[in-house]
């Protein structure tokens, strides 16, 4: 068995413009002294990470590390859930999401698309240069405005929307391969990759893509009330990375799943920092060490009431104190007797 690296955080919720979330030094700094190994870089964010840059420069990926490994965390893996929504985007969230893309491509969705595509692959050559073997990102959605449909969807309009999506992806993976990197999807809701059902429909029109992978975080399930336990036996092949984020699902006589387009405090089902919440973090790792997963354990922080600050440095030892550290030998290997074939025949009863 093998052990999970961690404790890594991701650091979308943390940058700024303030010090010290504004420069790669700081921020790495910051998150050794909380108490992280790694960090999960979101490749959008120009104040810590160039992956134009990166793309093209191992001496610029090497510089990046370099600077991390002083301040005594590593690279863990690199992010473009921004960019990656934008790989396919239904018409009507177009305003939405356009202010996730480069400003010279909004307002023009085939260009926008274009511009994500040509992001996620520049992320993927930067892994390669950074040494890192694994990618998170979102598929983003065409289907999900017909997630729970009214009137009844016309035949055939999921398989379409599954066809298409798998068509934009393929490009990306065949990237991916050639890098040596694992695409793994954060299943999530708002993505049309929001549960096990619909990464397996992807995944067949990929003819089960060796780069189609998964970011398992429990807590979207949690919301979705799905068995997140059982989920990891499901699909322990494909699950390459891990955002440790805990959630809560409080349903009342008013509300539920949906929540009634209430605020995050006013929801049934809410984000919290690790250890508030309902997620069974034990069994988690528990499995997690059972299935050999030996990536990293990376604290996404996510919370409607706890400070940021005090949630990133609670999470580092929470993880520290989950981590399994796996055994090298069985607990009752004092009472091997020792035997070989010939004893192993004489138990059964063969050879009398």
Partial sequence: MKTIKGPGLFLAQFAGDEAPFNSWDSITKWAA?????????PSWDGRLFDVAKAAESKDYCDEIKGVAAA???????????????LVAVHPAYDDAFDGFAAPEVRGNPAARQE??????????????NLGVTEHATFSGALAWPY????????????????DELAKRWRPILDHAEEMGVDVCYEIHPGEDLHDGATFEM?????????????????SHYVLQCLDYL???????????????KDAEFNPTGRQGVYSGYQSWV??????????????????????????????????????????????????????KDHIIRVT?????????????????????????
Avoid at 202 to 218: G, S, V, W
Avoid at 306 to 311: A, I, L, T, V
């Fill in 147 to 162: 997630i729970y449909p009214w009137p009844q969807r016309p035949a055939g309009l999921v398989e379409t929307a599954f």
């Fill in 33 to 41: 002294e909380c108490g992280y190994k790694g960090v999960q870089i």
């Fill in 230 to 244: 059982d989920n990891i036996d499901i699909y322990a092949d494909r699950i390459k990375m891990f955002h440790v």
């Fill in 202 to 218: 992807f995944l067949e029109r990929l003819d089960n893509h060796a780069r189609c992978n998964m970011l398992y975080d429990p």
């Fill in 71 to 85: 301040n005594g965390v590593e690279v863990t893996e690199l992010s473009t859930h921004l960019q990656g929504q």
């Fill in 266 to 319: 006013d929801r049934a089902g809410r984000f919290r920092s690790l250890g508030d919440g309902q997620v069974d973090f034990s069994a988690i790792f528990s499995k997690m060490a059972a299935i050999d997963f030996d990536g990293w354990a990376v604290v996404e922080w996510e919370c409607c009431l706890k400070h940021p600050e005090d949630g990133a440095r609670e999470g580092a030892q929470f993880v």
């Fill in 115 to 128: 511009w994500a595509v040509d992001q996620v692959k520049k992320a993927l050559s930067a892994s390669r």
């Fill in 328 to 352: 090298e030998r069985a607990f009752d290997d004092f009472a091997d007797g020792g035997t070989d074939e010939a004893a192993n025949r004489r138990m059964l009863g063969i050879d009398r």
